[in-house]
Nanobody, 129 residues
Framework: QVQLVESGGGLVQSGGSVRLSCAAS????????IGWFRQAPGKEREGVSC????????YSADSVKGRFTISRDNAKNTVYLQMNSLEPEDTAVYYC??????????????????????WGKGTLVTVSS
């Protein structure tokens, strides 16, 4: 059974930092493109940052570029999202997802098309002003 489990969310002050983790079981993350997505109340789900399986190429949405960094530790079968300089607008439920790596499922495509074969249940990040 495949599971993606997010952790690390919580309440943080504006300007603060949080690191989210996505631990996988039942699949090897190094065979997958992995992405972090978020959904705020009343808004559509948004692709935040995604990372490819081979060369580890990354893509980040303009709204988080320079503030959020995605990384992966294949040995630990875990993907991380380091979030710095958080703003109240970053408040959302953050989900990780995995899509089988192929020529059409690179990091940018995954984030923009919101692709995912498997999804976690999400972790809430609340940024107070």
């Amino acid at each position: 059974q495949v599971q993606l489990v997010e952790s690390g969310g919580g309440l943080v002050q504006s300007g603060g930092s949080v690191r989210l983790s996505c631990a996988a079981s039942g699949l090897r993350l190094d065979y997958y493109t992995i992405g972090w997505f978020r959904q705020a109340p009343g808004k559509e789900r948004e692709g935040v940052s995604c990372i490819g399986s081979g060369d580890g190429s990354t893509y980040s949405a303009d709204s988080v570029k320079g503030r959020f960094t995605i990384s992966r530790d294949n040995a630990k079968n875990t993907v991380y999202l380091q979030m710095n300089s958080l703003e109240p607008e970053d408040t959302a439920v953050y989900y990780c997802a995995a899509v089988k790596a192929s020529w059409w499922s690179g990091s940018q495509t995954m984030c923009k098309a919101k692709l995912g074969d498997y999804w976690g249940k999400g972790t809430l990040v609340t940024v107070s002003s």
